[in-house]
């Protein structure tokens, strides 16, 4: 009854990252150009991953004291709706509710364990670093201003929806997995 995917189950993940060295101006420019536009790195990492499994457990006692119990899955075919509908109406129902029914006393539900997978995550984090050089803090004096962006482009990432069948938001997307955009500003000194 309770074999089935990990909780920890993303079947797909994809995360990158990446470090550019801007080049800067050439050699035999102006020096004003060449002290702007050297120095300058862009860096960033994109993650990729499809949504965590869920179940959706049986309320009330069916079974008579086992904890676990699953509903019962009515018709063929998997309940989560389609993926191009609008974030409005994947908020307010994830899945087909009427799909889902408590089991009868006594018997065990045929919803499998973590059948079902929420929706996917997709994340950009990127980096805009100047570097300059501070002689004043000897050989090694290097300074940096940085400019960091998480989650930059502010996609709203849902975790899973509401499994509790009784629940008034059953089958709603009502959390977030991870933050909104964070955009900050650094001043970096090394010697």
Do not use: C
């Amino acid at each position: 009854q309770d074999r089935g995917p990990s909780n920890q189950h993303r079947p797909q993940r994809l995360v990158t990252s990446y470090v550019w060295d801007i080049p800067g101006a050439p050699a035999n420019g102006p020096v004003a150009l060449r002290v702007l536009t050297r120095d300058w790195k862009l860096s960033g990492i994109l993650t990729l991953q499809s949504g965590r499994p869920f179940s959706i457990a049986a309320t009330g006692d069916p079974l008579a004291g086992i904890p676990g119990d699953r509903v019962n899955l009515i018709g063929s075919g998997n309940p989560v709706l389609d993926d191009d509908r609008s974030k409005g109406q994947k908020i307010q129902a994830y899945f087909d509710k009427n799909r889902f029914a408590n089991p009868a006393p006594n018997m065990i539900g045929t919803l499998g364990r973590n059948i079902l997978e929420g929706p996917g995550f997709a994340n950009f984090d990127v980096s805009l670093v100047k570097g300059f050089r501070m002689p004043f803090l000897g050989e090694a004096g290097l300074g940096q201003f940085r400019f960091e962006a998480f989650n930059a482009f502010n996609r709203t990432n849902f975790s899973n929806p509401n499994t509790g069948i009784t629940n008034p938001s059953f089958g709603m997307l009502t959390g977030t997995d991870g933050g909104s955009r964070i955009l900050q500003l650094a001043l970096k000194f090394a010697f």
